[in-house]
């Protein structure tokens, strides 16, 4: 493999220069401006071409395990609770032992897709659409029901630190188009019109080495700027083994650039904090980097985002 030399970190973007490049890529995705955003390029023809991935038939999940540990970047874990069990005294008849959970979704520890509706910025939600819609009971419009009959189609896994030889990158380094490009060359697959993209940072892997930290405020993620790779290939999913967005921010007076250009300007669901350790590990052992891949999000009608377990078939 020809070793890629990892450029200077790329400069933070001005104000300016971060409202250039929203209504730039605002306008390349305008025709993701509807209620499903860029899950538009999802055509039933691209589905059944994705199936042509399936190959061995291994599946390999992208989700991590549920925590319900508080930590420096789990301050509210899930909940989970035996609401019924038979104990010592189910010897005779029948008996179910039942539970119930409860999830903080959009937190920094558990993976979970976001909703259309989850970002507002200058007052309005993707496509222009009221921030009104986003009540106290729940989100009138654009959420994650839009994703409802689940989405599949042909995934591509890019492995920045695989590309820069390193176990993962550190917290507050971007990942750049330079860095995609050069991915898909080295890995020997191009990412496509209509393809889920995930990109790891290594996220999972320094967490599990080095124990959990504020991740809220210290993580690798993608350049704002890398965002024109993906509005070049119309990709119509992103996700991540961090939350996407680098910390601290790199653009001037917005925290998570690349959440208001994914997902307001673009119309991309996002996926955060998935796993991708067991995906690399198969993906290499087979020599190829994309996969046919199934998101069930739960039918959760109102709701900004779900709990998420993608499931990748190679």
Do not use: K
């Not at 520890?109 to 009971?137: F, K, M, P, Q, R």
């Not at 689940?150 to 630190?161: A, E």
């Amino acid at each position: 493999m020809v070793t890629h030399t990892r450029p200077a970190e790329p400069p933070r973007l001005t104000e300016n220069e971060f409202s250039a490049l929203y209504r730039r890529l605002a306008a390349r995705a305008a025709w993701a401006a509807g209620d499903r955003g860029a899950l538009v390029a999802l055509t039933a023809s691209r589905v059944a071409a994705a199936t042509r991935e399936v190959r061995t038939g291994r599946t390999v999940s992208l989700a991590a395990p549920v925590e319900t540990l508080r930590g420096p970047d789990n301050p509210t874990p899930a909940r989970h609770r035996m609401s019924g069990q038979p104990g010592n005294d189910a010897s005779d008849g029948l008996h179910f032992a039942t539970d119930s959970f409860a999830m903080h979704v959009h937190g920094d520890a558990d993976s979970h897709i976001d909703a259309l509706c989850h970002v507002i910025y200058e007052g309005t939600l993707h496509g222009g659409v009221a921030a009104s819609t986003v009540t106290t009971g729940g989100a009138t419009a654009l959420s994650i029901e839009a994703a409802g009959d689940g989405i599949v189609g042909r995934g591509v896994l890019l492995d920045i630190p695989r590309l820069r030889r390193v176990p993962w990158l550190e917290p507050g380094q971007d990942v750049t188009v330079d860095d995609l490009t050069a991915a898909e060359t080295e890995q020997n697959v191009r990412v496509s019109e209509g393809d889920l993209l995930f990109v790891r940072v290594g996220h999972r892997r320094r967490r599990s080495e080095r124990g959990a930290w504020h991740a809220a405020s210290s993580r690798s993620g993608l350049h704002p700027s890398a965002l024109e790779f993906l509005a070049d290939r119309r990709v119509c999913v992103l996700g991540g083994d961090g939350n996407n967005d680098t910390a601290p921010s790199s653009a001037e007076g917005v925290d998570f650039p690349v959440h208001v250009l994914a997902i307001h300007a673009m119309g991309l669901h996002l996926l955060d904090y998935l796993q991708f350790e067991d995906l690399a590990a198969a993906c290499e052992a087979e020599g190829r980097w994309s996969f046919l891949c199934a998101i069930a999000p739960l039918r959760l009608p109102d709701a900004t985002g779900s709990p998420v377990n993608p499931i990748a078939v190679l």
